[in-house]
């Protein structure tokens, strides 16, 4: 088994693009920024690229994609992108999740932004997402030719592995364009974003970091969710003062801060204060949301994290949510085929589904595989992969543990993987027997003995904004008969169809 955090990566080509021919306005013009050519480093001009993931957008922010050297509104030299669906803990607003499942990595690689000659904030972005200890990967920045950060270990100073970690480093640049150079010490470098801040526009109380940027969350009518937590963050010197912290939006009611603490609150230079957050519709169902926000001194807008719920009508058959309501709350603006619960038998695609019942996997490093949902009797499920075609050879992953059932993000046993290495082979996946199906369910219709042969509905994954996600894909799977196909749901990625 390969470890992707230690070996050497293939080198990138240099982008295309000349430094020359790309100019701070026409990046912030793709930002939604000023594209005056008279834009100064004191201008409403910031820039956010996401590194080795497409462009998205996180509330009123645009983070330009850097997925090639040849897409990179950047020049970007050495280094190539990798990217995994794993949770990471700790994003703060205006970066996501989803950011930091992306990054560029090598042994050294560089970054060459043009801008006009001033100071800025250039704001580091980082997640390990595979190291799982300290001293596992260790690496420099270099800012402007200067070293920024020595001996970074993001596992250490985040405080574990898929942890967000935010480093803020302030430079001058009179040349006309901005260096970034990362060199591995131990294992590859690596980066998942980068914010470029002209530092008139980044004083020391200008608000409140919250964060994660968005809480997905589930619950049957008439009952509550399990708490989630929100994170508010003064990462300034200075202390600060928080207004107030509310619920807001059309669905607000169905949202509860379960220890809302007491305003005004002053947070110290660096201090962290967490709120927890339930789901509690009433008798509401569907796909609900509002959103957390956190309203400062200073004047400055009130930050947020945005809140979906789903509220089921109730427990099993026909009271369960339909996929397409899955879907939309996990924030995959898919079309499943139709917005009805049952949505058919046949083996023909329906809406964006596409035939995919074995796999390649797309590039460097694991395959990743996340439940997201289950909408089944109660019973451990356990899932995996499997190779060997029509004679398959089972690999088990983990299993959904027994309280994950009738719910969104379930739970799973202890010991359980979300990422493996297939090496160059064709696989599929699979879910194990329950009492209520027993047999397993395989994503090759041939391999299905049940009632139904196609029996998992394959879905190129995209994003709230509609903006495919590359080689992530979405598993809804039907071990019984009625076609709901929302029993077991799986977000897989780092795959290609292998036919």
Not at 226 to 249: C, F, H, I, K, Y
Not at 350 to 371: K, N, Y
Not at 372 to 400: C, N
Request: hydrophobic share 40%; net charge negative.
């Amino acid at each position: 088994m390969t470890d992707r955090s230690l070996p050497p990566r293939r080198r990138g080509r240099v982008s295309s693009i000349p430094a020359a021919l790309v100019t701070l306005a026409t990046l912030l013009s793709a930002c939604g920024g000023p594209t005056s050519p008279s834009a100064s480093p004191t201008s409403s001009s910031v820039l956010r690229l996401n590194l080795g993931g497409p462009t998205q957008k996180v509330g009123s922010s645009t983070w330009l994609g850097c997925g090639t050297p040849g897409t990179c509104p950047v020049t970007l030299e050495g280094g190539a992108a990798w990217s995994a669906v794993l949770d990471v803990a700790g994003a703060l607003v205006p970066a996501s999740v989803s950011l930091y499942q992306s990054e560029w990595t090598a042994p050294s690689f560089a970054l060459h932004v043009p801008v006009p000659d001033g100071s800025y904030v250039v704001r580091l972005h980082f997640a390990d997402l595979t190291a799982t200890s300290v001293g596992q990967r260790v690496f420099d920045v270099n800012v402007e030719g200067t070293a920024a950060l020595k001996d970074l270990d993001v596992v250490r100073e985040a405080g574990g592995t898929r942890r967000a970690l935010e480093r803020d480093v302030t430079t001058e640049v009179r040349d006309g364009r901005l260096d970034l150079e990362f060199v591995g010490r131990i294992g590859n470098a690596l980066v998942n974003a980068v914010e470029i801040l002209p530092a008139a526009e980044v004083p020391g109380s200008a608000g409140v970091s919250v964060g994660p940027s968005e809480l997905v969350l589930s619950a049957t009518k008439d009952t509550v969710s399990p708490q989630r937590e929100v994170l508010l963050a003064n990462e300034s010197a200075a202390p600060l003062t928080v207004r107030s912290v509310r619920v807001e939006g059309a669905d607000a009611a169905a949202f509860t801060l379960v220890d809302a603490p007491t305003t005004p609150l002053v947070l110290g230079p660096g201090e962290r204060r967490s709120v927890r957050v339930s789901f509690s519709p009433g008798g509401r169902t569907g796909a609900l949301s509002a959103s957390v926000n956190v309203t400062t001194d200073g004047g400055a807008a009130p930050a947020g994290v945005n809140l979906y719920g789903l509220s089921a009508s109730g427990y099993e058959g026909d009271l369960e949510p339909p996929l397409q309501q899955i879907a939309s709350t996990l924030g995959y603006a898919l079309n499943v085929g139709t917005s009805d619960l049952l949505l058919g038998t046949g083996a023909a695609p329906i809406g964006d589904e596409v035939r995919a019942w074995s796999f390649r996997r797309a590039g460097p490093g694991p395959v990743t595989v996340r439940p997201v949902a289950r909408y089944s009797p109660e019973d451990e499920l356990a899932f995996g992969y499997y190779t060997g075609g029509t004679q398959p050879v089972k690999t088990k992953l983990g299993a959904i543990a027994r309280g994950g059932f009738q719910t969104l993000l379930p739970s799973v046993t202890a010991g359980s993987r979300d990422a493996f290495d297939p090496g160059d082979a064709v696989f599929g996946f699979y879910a194990g027997p329950t009492s209520y199906a027993p047999r397993d369910t395989f994503t090759d219709d041939r391999l299905n003995t049940g009632p139904l042969a196609h029996a998992v509905r394959v879905y190129p994954v995209r994003d709230r904004s509609g903006q495919v996600i590359a080689n992530q894909y979405l598993l809804a799977m039907e071990p019984a008969a009625n076609g709901d196909y929302n029993d077991y749901v799986f977000v897989i990625g780092n795959v290609t169809p292998a036919q």
